[in-house]
């Protein structure tokens, strides 16, 4: 099947709903598909609404918090936005997100749950308190680092068309894709990029953009366990995204390490960086782990 090229800031924009105050319709297409809709493509969208709901030109995104609730396939998706607080400062947006039913997608509906996004924008001012605690692994630059090999024919994730419009290189990972590797340490540096970038007028990249590579807790899991494990599928339940500085550039550096993983799930962070390794956002995300029978 053909799937048309992905372009991430046009395909999440929102559009209003007439006659229905804080109500708005998109459409997430087959571009953004791992099996369902990528769950950073589905925050992302409902970013988008957040900060069209609050119409703030003066505040930007600095915090959000997704909560997956169930899983939302591409296509047509409606979502609604509560804006909790409005001040001078500040402002809270609350964001549910449901999809409809492809054949006869009505977002005027009753609102679903099927994913909530709170949101906290907030005014950029000055303050003597200004550090940076993260510091970005030692790798080489993007063209330095070889593209991922090959995986087996009979993988799960073959023909995944989410593939087909980011491009991502390993850097210091011991993971191979075709072989069994030991286990070892919990973590992975990668490279990151969109075929079509997100950017606004101004050249910087659309903040919400951001959720799709902080949603990438999969290689410090697998680097953890080894490759002696069956694949898996990693289910986000949880995902949140602080955003310190705007990206400018191709590329993004993500610095992912999974503190714990038992029971069915496993919890990480994940450090993003641009080109220059300036700290651009930090991810959160806790996830079930569930192995993928082949055959």
């Keep these: ?3 048309q090229p992905g372009d991430i800031l046009r395909d999440t924009e929102p559009t ?3 006659g229905i105050a804080g109500r708005f319709s998109a459409l997430i297409p087959e571009a953004w598909r791992i099996f ?9 969208t409902a970013l988008r609404v957040a900060e069209m709901a609050l119409e703030r030109e003066d505040l930007h995104l600095v915090s959000s918090e997704a909560m997956f609730c169930q899983a939302i396939p591409v296509g047509p998706v409606a979502a609604s936005a509560e804006i909790l ?5 500040a402002a809270q947006v609350l964001v549910r997100l449901w999809a409809l039913d492809p054949q006869s997608p009505d977002p005027s509906a009753a609102e679903r749950s099927d994913l909530m996004v709170m949101c906290v924008f907030g005014l950029s001012t000055d303050s003597p308190f200004e550090f940076v605690g993260a510091e970005a692994p030692d790798v080489p630059d993007p063209d330095d680092c070889p593209q991922p090999p090959p995986r087996p024919d009979d993988s799960p994730f073959n023909n995944i068309a989410y593939h087909e419009q980011t491009e991502f290189r390993f ?12 286990a070892g340490k919990p973590e992975s540096a990668s490279w990151f990029r ?3 970038p997100p950017l606004r007028s101004d050249g910087s990249w659309h903040p919400a953009a951001l959720a799709l590579p902080g949603d990438i807790l999969g290689p410090a899991v697998h680097a953890g366990a080894g490759g002696s494990v069956p694949p898996f599928l990693v289910i986000s339940l949880q995902l949140g995204l ?5 990206v400018r550039g191709e590329w993004l550096l993500q610095h992912t390490k999974s503190q714990v993983a038992g029971s069915g799930y496993a919890s990480g962070t994940a450090e993003l960086y641009d080109q220059d390794r300036r700290l651009v956002a930090v991810a959160t995300q806790c996830a079930k782990i569930q192995p993928i029978k082949l055959g």
């Design 242 to 246: 602080q955003i310190v500085n705007e």
């Design 85 to 89: 607080r409005q001040g001078k400062t």
């Design 171 to 182: 850097c210091n990972s011991h993971i191979r894709w075709n072989e069994e590797f030991p």
């Design 1 to 3: 099947m053909s799937v």
């Design 16 to 18: 209003a709903v007439s």
């Design 194 to 196: 969109f075929k079509v």
């Design 36 to 44: 369902y809709a990528f769950g950073g493509a589905t925050m992302a």
